[in-house]
């Protein structure tokens, strides 16, 4: 079945613990992103990647570091987590880099930074 | 810079009743998209629909439509009797043919319930 995958769904940490969301998609898709949704702000877009070793910063990419050395994964790295990253994050994948083909996203991971 | 705006933050319907979502965009590229996600309870990003900037026939599919008007920078989305698996946050979002980032710039959504 063509998905994306991240983990965990849920996680509580504290300030300043360093912590890894992972996302994975099996479609082989070139382009991947990462985005947080905040109650009343809809989602905003962290950090996108247009292929293997090619990154670059959204909206909001502060506090916040992705890789991609390899094509289906593009894990989401917090190094110093702050409760103001307490937040609901997708992962997002799509065939092309343009606009032609949408947006697949993962099932979201809520996290929460106390 | 783009914008999207869902200015109904919150509808309440009986199932049954149709129900319009309103989207209005602003963007100043000639070619782009116009997405809809669905986001029930259970939090996925459900995809609906794709519509780009020079396609601007309507679209149905069962009993979910699609307005697309450039002239009002608008992309309405109507629900046709109601259910109640229909309840969820409903996103509008708009993308840009930059050739480099498929971001999409998101509303902030619309909580639809729908009532037995």
């Known amino acids: 079945e063509a998905q994306v995958t991240q983990n965990p769904r849920y996680l509580i940490t504290v300030t300043g613990k360093k912590l890894t969301v992972t996302c994975s998609q099996n479609m082989n898709h070139e382009y991947m992103s990462w985005y947080r949704q905040d109650p009343g702000l809809g989602l905003r877009q962290i950090y996108y990647?247009?292929?293997?070793?090619?990154?670059d910063k959204g909206d909001v990419p502060e506090g916040y570091k992705v890789s991609r050395k390899e094509k289906r994964n593009f894990p989401l790295i917090l190094e110093s987590p702050s409760p103001n990253q307490t937040s609901l994050y997708f992962c997002a994948s799509s065939f092309g880099t343009g606009t032609n083909s949408p947006l697949h996203f993962g099932n979201g991971t809520r996290l929460t930074v106390t | 810079a783009q914008k999207v705006t869902q200015a109904q933050t919150e509808i309440s319907v009986v199932e049954k009743e149709d129900v319009t979502l309103d989207c209005v965009y602003e963007t100043r590229d000639t070619t782009y998209y116009l997405f809809w996600y669905k986001q029930p309870p259970s939090g996925e990003l459900v995809f609906l629909i794709r519509?780009?900037?020079?396609?601007?026939q309507n679209e149905i599919s069962g009993r979910y439509s699609w307005n697309f008007q450039k002239s009002t920078s608008s992309f309405n989305f109507t629900i046709t009797a109601s259910q109640v698996v229909d309840s969820a946050v409903y996103f509008c979002a708009l993308s840009s043919y930059t050739g480099a980032n498929s971001k999409l710039t998101f509303g902030k959504g619309i909580t639809l319930s729908v009532r037995p």
């Open positions: 519509r780009n900037s020079f396609d601007e």
């Open positions: 990647s247009m292929n293997v070793e090619v990154t």
